[in-house]
Structure formats: structure tokens, C-alpha cells
């Protein structure tokens, strides 16, 4: 019986053409390019893998942004020369400039001009870490406490409220409102959950636990971090949270819960 990768058309390079289809809204997210190691890497995984051709090897959908992929189905036309991957984004957004898909430029017929109609859902800089959009304030974590850090989060937080909408990603959700930061918060919990569960496996199978672990420290971070923003959008700060902390401390969690019933 011919293997299944064998009735695919793959280009003389030994590529196909990869386009990532939302599970739930039939949007078309991206189109990328895999060769047969990647298509059979997101068969056994049930993650988005693909082929580079400007660095000339494989690459894990998400490993630098996070932003993996849940393939559901993987679907081939009649020619069999194109692969379709139904998959879920995690995050919400496929695109590397922050929008949840690539294909964001609308032709205006009229005008003969290419138009952004999807808004960035997240800045590329606190994406990847990059600085080419947004000057970031930096927050000297080595050799800083916590606390401190914490407190110049709150800081800058406080400032973005007031600040233009196009000025920074967090004053853009600022701008949302509520709804908005919480959806954030729930979207980063969620991807938190999946490095934990990722580094349970990889430890399971007794592998290097190096990318994970600082997968799940950095989905964490986003986790706290778009609570904190959370947190000043209702009038809030850390030191509420750490007040709370600290009247704990000490007490056992059965004394603990029973001061919130009494």
C-alpha cells in the first residue's frame, strides 16, 4: 500500500504549499510551505510544523511567539498539491505582525490600493522582544527585587491609561476596555496551561527540559502581567494583591478559607 505522503504532489524543491484554516470560523489564517519531515511532524504531533525556505529547515508554528497551532484535520485538494491544516491558534493571532491572520489587506478597487482592515490584536514588540514599533520602558529585573519590579510595573500601567491608544500595546487595550483585558487574561491562562502540560511531557520522556521550562516561565509572565493590567483598569494595583499575600502568610490554607466565611 503507497504510504499517504507519497500521493502528494511535492514541488522539484520537495515542498507543498500549507494553508492554516481556522476549526471554528473557516477563516484562512496562513500559508506556509512544509516538505515531507514537517507534514509528517504535524501528522504524529498535532501541532503546526513547517519548512523555512529562508533558513532552509524546519520550524515549530509558535516556538519563538507562542503561538502554536492545534491541527485538527489535515486535508489535500483533488490535484493533491496543496495541503489545508484545520487547526486552532493558540492566541489568536497567526500573523507575525500581531493580527490574528495574515491575509489583513483588503484591495480597495477603487483607489487600486492594499488596505489594513484587521486590527493588531497584539504589538510584534511584546511578541518577539523586538523594538522596531514601540520604544518598551525597560525594568532592570537582574539583581531587582519583586517587589520592585512589581512597583514599576504599576507604575508604567498607570501611566498607559492616559496615554494615546496608538501609542503602546497596553494602551491600546486600555482602550478596549475590560472585556477585552480579560479575554487577554483567559487567552494567556490557557496557553500557560498548555507549556505546563508540555513540560510535564517532555520531562515524562526524560528530554531536555531546558525550552520548556522557559516556555512555561514566559507564559506565566503574561499571565501576571495582563492581570496586573487587569488589575489598574479596575482601580487597582499590586499592592492589593500583595497585601492579600501577606495576610495570609502564616496561615494554614483550612484558617485561611475559613476567614473569608466567618
Known sequence: MMHW????KFDENGLIPAIAQDKDTGRILMMAWQNREALELTAKTGKGVY?????????????????????HEIR????????TLIITQIGGIACHTGRESCFYQKLDVERGEWLAV?????????IYGTHDTVKRPAIKAQGTSAQTVLAELDKI????????KDSSYVASLYHKGLNKILEKVGEESTEAIIAAKELQLV?????????ARADVVYEVADVWFHSLVALHQLGLS??????ELGRRFGLSGIDEKNSRTN
Not at 5 to 8: N, P
Not at 61 to 70: A, L, R
Not at 76 to 83: G, L, R
Not at 238 to 243: I, Q
Open 5 to 8: 505522503l507519497d500521493t502528494l
Open 51 to 71: 519548512y523555512s525556505r529562508s533558513r532552509g529547515k524546519l520550524w515549530h508554528k509558535g516556538e519563538t511567539s507562542g503561538h502554536t497551532q492545534i491541527v
Open 76 to 83: 489535500t485538494d483533488c490535484d493533491a498539491d496543496v495541503i
Open 118 to 126: 484587521d486590527e493588531v490584536i497584539k504589538n510584534p514588540d511584546e
Open 157 to 164: 500601567l498607570h501611566e498607559r491609561r492616559s496615554a494615546d
Open 203 to 211: 520531562r515524562a520522556l526524560a528530554k531536555d527540559d531546558n525550552k
Open 238 to 243: 499590586s499592592d492589593d494583591v500583595l497585601a
